[in-house]
């Protein structure tokens, strides 16, 4: 033991001297707040400078208008076209807007590279590729016969003079093409267009990456007055009032001006705060001396930054026994995901040593964690220069509406902030500690619930695969449920249902034919704290002691009948009437269950009793049973969700796409298990402090990271946290962080359904914060309810991105261009939630545009839905002894 603490103090100690020597090293690369409180006022005096008609010419941040007057107001509808040119692909989309009064969009996209022959060629083949790619997303979206009207995103600086017209100041990021610079790029994409004769396109607007964010968040939050992009490269939009704006005749109203914050700089504002690395990294560029300040932030130059320091500390000896390899003299050999990937917290040391084994390096122990380190203080410093600008232009939105307080939302986009492991976190903390009279909300895209979206779909398919399936967080557990109703079945049956804080015992009769019907008859039992938590024996004896009590008052204990158990936890099964229990959750721990058969453990529980018998047929997760009860009225359901304490959702696969099953006929129910979505870290980008203060603090750290993000027993603990660090702040309940804000578990997740209640006045939402120990005033109730909604809303969001990737699998699955299917929902937050379940909705609208999804309402799936397995698994049984 003595041996192992040493070590422990060795590594320790290890890892403080390796960090101070890298902080010594770079520490002008270490910006403190005084510093950022200088860029700050830097930035603000190059944005008057930028604004003004005199200085306009000799200013670096060139504030270019947009002529975007306004953001959107719901009243938008029709079918749009759009492109987007400016980072490592081309993108086409079509964008459907309906006019349903619920603000709802559609968006189909198609992904295009851009090779460096059109990227460092000539104009003339860079719009014909445009031209091209659009020509063949109109053909595959059978679009030619329609005349649509487009904006073009084009993600370089241009100078406007109205809406649909840009004159290209200069290239940007690994952009570099001939004739272009000093043209108007929508008249050269014209050209190009009027070569295929068989398309009608009408462009009509001409818009930048950071002005199509802001407008993307401002559809979904009237809040949203900034657009920022942090990516391959960086750049920031902000709504400006007109009689600031000297360059646009008009003092009326507001325009969107695109800083092209990304040239800060290039007059040598910041000469002091470049360093060496910073000149030697400029130099090498496609455009020395040009977007100095993007290339401090912007993750094309990241790595190269990264890989100058590494290169300068093996010389110096500092590094790798002084050793420099091929691979490290090389340009562009370290990238940004190499970065992000070595600054992981937990894998990131791991990673390390992979990515520098790569570049023929050989480290020590003490390499990695020194390279660790520069790569954490490089990132930061990006995030800090960025937060620094920022706080700058919410400043001056403060101070042009003459408010002592704003509250406000960004709309935020780009690889780097999304994909960065620390990155968005240390932007957010920065910010708010540079401008505290500025409450801000960063909104995160659509992209980013595609990109959910998408990493859920990989996760399904991993856990379908036999060679991958032993390491996916989405364990796609086979029920053995191999059929949905279809309207024979009839009987008794009992069912089981153990999943929350109570335990029921039901008594199930199906009437089969013309008088279909389902009669049930129920009794509720408590599971005490001690027995949750306690040992299996004394769980399942507690559970055969309920089922005596409810026969006896049945009248029933001789009869045997068949059994159906919903057993809403992770199991993996062997058939359908055993279960392996994997791992608990919700807030159950009983001992010596995991990795037990739990229908065995009930029949070992009913045999100790000796009282009576029963026919156990089927162990069903609820959202089978959920599934199978809205299956019984309609056959197109196929899908079962459960949007309560806890989430997951379950569907019918093909066989032949199961490989952990043997067969390749037929169907069979998956039990997605998918509350563990993102336990390896895939979705580390989009959580918060506030999401893994929660995950601390529960039963299962580490674990179920996607259930604690959409789940009901956990939003409440996620408003909470968030109220505590907003009192802090002296934001809320005048500083006072009382008694009961203190205590876990207070701000339960129904609080949230009343709070968000349309119908609830600021008044009400006061007496239930004081009802809590709250002290509140009405401004306070306003931020309490305005933090409910974001955390509901995101639950929601998350939850139908996860959604559309199952119904994007069905359709792929079917081979049909449009599919029609049914969900089956239960569940206390889908059901009770005043919004959650529109807002779920819309996204599952938005990122499954080929699906028709009808949603149903569950009745009693853990009950009734038991019963139905049981009742359809008699019926296949006795076909199949036939």
């Not at 009192?727 to 129904?750: A, N, P, V, Y």
């Amino acid at each position: 033991m003595f041996a192992v603490h040493l070590l422990a103090f060795h590594f320790t100690k290890l890892k403080e001297d390796q960090i101070k020597k890298v902080d010594r090293y770079l520490y002008p690369l270490r910006l403190s707040d005084d510093v950022l409180l200088d860029v700050m006022a830097r930035f603000q005096a190059e944005m008057v400078k930028g604004l003004g008609r005199d200085t306009n010419s000799t200013a670096a941040v060139k504030m270019l208008p947009s002529f975007v007057r306004s953001l959107p107001d719901g009243s938008e509808k029709g079918d749009f076209l759009a492109v987007d040119l400016g980072g490592s692909l081309f993108r086409a989309h079509q964008v459907k807007v309906f006019d349903d009064g619920r603000q709802s969009s559609q968006l189909e996209s198609k992904f295009y590279p851009t090779p460096k022959q059109v990227t460092q060629g000539n104009g003339a083949e860079l719009f014909d590729y445009i031209a091209d790619c659009l020509l063949d997303f109109m053909e595959t979206k059978n679009l030619k016969h329609k005349k649509l009207p487009l904006g073009f995103t084009f993600s370089f600086p241009c100078k406007q003079t109205k809406l649909e017209e840009g004159v290209l100041l200069a290239w940007t990021k690994h952009f570099k093409v001939r004739g272009v610079q000093d043209t108007d790029v929508v008249t050269s994409l014209r050209k190009a267009l009027q070569k295929h004769k068989d398309i009608d396109v009408d462009v009509l607007a001409l818009v930048n990456d950071t002005v199509g964010t802001m407008m993307t968040c401002g559809y979904d939050d009237e809040r949203c007055e900034v657009g920022v992009i942090i990516g391959t490269g960086t750049n920031a939009c902000y709504m400006e009032e007109m009689r600031h704006i000297d360059l646009v005749e008009g003092d009326e109203g507001r325009m969107c001006i695109n800083t092209e914050w990304g040239a800060f700089g290039d007059d040598g504002a910041l000469d002091d705060l470049r360093t060496e690395f910073d000149r030697e990294l400029d130099l090498g560029s496609l455009n020395p001396g040009k977007q100095l300040f993007e290339k401090m932030i912007g993750s094309l130059y990241l790595g190269e930054l990264v890989r100058l320091i590494l290169l300068k500390m093996t010389k110096e000896g500092l590094l790798f026994n002084g050793k420099v390899s091929t691979a490290l003299l090389t340009k562009g050999k370290i990238e940004m995901k190499h970065v992000s990937a070595m600054e992981k917290h937990k894998e990131g040391l791991s990673n390390t040593k992979e990515i520098l084994t790569e570049l023929n390096l050989f480290p020590s122990e003490e390499d990695c964690i020194a390279v660790q380190h520069v790569c954490t203080i490089v990132s930061f410093r990006s995030a800090n220069l960025c937060a620094a600008a920022l706080a700058a232009i919410l400043t001056r939105l403060r101070e042009n509406k003459k408010l002592l307080r704003m509250r406000t939302t960004v709309g935020i986009d780009g690889g780097l902030y999304k994909t960065h492991p620390q990155y968005a976190k240390r932007l957010h903390k920065v910010v708010r500690r540079l401008v505290p009279t500025c409450d801000v909300r960063f909104l995160l895209s659509l992209e980013t619930l595609r990109e959910v979206r998408n990493k859920m779909r990989t996760e399904l398919e991993y856990g379908l695969k036999r060679e991958t399936q032993a390491n996916a967080t989405v364990k796609m557990l086979p029920t053995y449920v191999c059929g949905t109703p279809d309207g024979t079945e009839k009987g008794k049956f009992l069912a089981l249902d153990l999943g929350g804080t109570n335990f029921r015992v039901l008594l199930v009769k199906i009437k089969s034919g013309r008088r279909r019907s389902v009669q049930m008859y129920n009794k509720i039992f408590a599971i005490p704290l001690e027995i949750m938590q306690g040992t299996g024996e004394e769980l399942f004896d507690h559970i055969v002691q309920c089922i005596a009590d409810f026969l006896e008052y049945m009248g029933i204990k001789g009869a045997r009948l068949p059994l159906g158990f919903t057993f809403s936890f992770p199991c993996r099964q062997a058939s359908i009437d055993k279960g392996t229990l994997v791992g608990w959750t919700k807030g159950f721990k009983a001992t010596d269950c995991e990795g037990e058969d739990v229908v065995d453990m009930l029949r070992e529980a009913i045999r100790r009793r000796n009282e009576f018998d029963l026919d156990i047929v089927a162990v069903v997760n609820d959202t089978v049973g959920t599934m199978m009860t809205c299956g019984y009225e309609d056959p197109n359901c196929e899908i079962g969700l459960i949007a309560g304490t806890g989430s997951n959702v379950c569907y019918m696969e093909d066989m032949k796409n199961i490989e952990i099953v043997e067969g390749n006929e037929g169907k069979m129910c998956i039990n997605t298990e998918w509350g563990a979505f993102g336990d390896n870290g895939c979705i580390d980008n989009i959580r918060t402090k506030y999401d893994k203060e929660v995950d601390e603090g529960s039963l299962n750290p580490g674990k179920q990271r996607y259930e604690k993000m959409t789940s009901g027993m956990y939003l409440g603990e996620i408003v909470r946290q968030i109220l505590i660090d907003l009192t802090k702040q002296g934001l809320l309940f005048r500083g006072h962080i009382s008694e009961s804000l203190m205590k876990r578990g207070i701000f339960e997740t129904k609080f949230l359904s009343q709070i968000e209640s349309d119908r609830l006045a600021l008044l009400q939402v006061r007496r239930i914060l004081q009802q809590l120990g709250l002290d509140s005033t009405c401004e306070d109730s306003i931020i309490v309810k305005e933090v409910c909604g974001v955390v509901s809303q995101r639950a929601a969001q998350l939850c139908g991105a996860g959604l559309a990737a199952i119904v994007e699998k069905k359709r792929e699955n079917r081979g049909v261009e449009r599919l029609q299917i049914t969900v089956g929902v239960d569940g206390t937050l889908y059901k009770l939630h005043p919004h959650f379940s529109r807002v779920l909705q819309e996204t599952v609208k938005e990122l499954a545009p080929q699906c028709d999804v009808t949603f149903m309402l569950s009745e009693d799936g853990s009950g009734k839905g038991a019963a139905l397995i049981t009742a359809v698994a008699k019926r296949l049984h006795n076909v199949g002894q036939k």
